[in-house]
Each structure stands twice: as structure tokens, then as C-alpha cells.
């Protein structure tokens, strides 16, 4: 469902969680990653500094899950009801 990116330094796509925002039909994964930058070095020095991220998770027409890619920027979504 969601894996490493190393073309963008995103690893450690682990750990996730779905949700589902009530009364839609929509679904929120959230997930850990922790990015390595070009420099050489793990985001948080020593590939610890692990980070929460949010993604939308979709479906195709046959209602499989669709691939998540990780993503450099946030997801953003109000959840007002």
C-alpha cells in the first residue's frame, strides 16, 4: 500500500493507520517516514527524527486500494464537520 521513495530520500514508510473521516466516504492513512537529505544525512542526524505524515487513500474502479506515494510537502485537510 504505501512503501520507501528512495528517488525522493523518503524511508521508513511504516507503522500507518487508517481513518476514515465520519459521515464521508473518505479515508485518511496516516503513516512514519523520516527523509535523508542529499547532503548525506538523516533528517534528524541519525535516521531517528521520525515524522507523522497524512495522506488521502483512494480506490480504483475494481475497489482496490491505490498505491500511496509518500510526499515531501503535507497533506492538509480540514476536518471541520
Known sequence: MIEQDPDHH???TGHHNIVNIPGTDEWIIAYHRF???PAGRWSGGDGCHREVV???LTYA???SIDQVRPQVGSYIR???F
Open 35 to 37: 527523509a535523508y537529505n
Open 54 to 56: 497524512f495522506a488521502p
Open 10 to 12: 523518503l524511508y521508513a
Open 78 to 80: 480540514s476536518l471541520a
Open 61 to 63: 474502479a475494481d475497489g
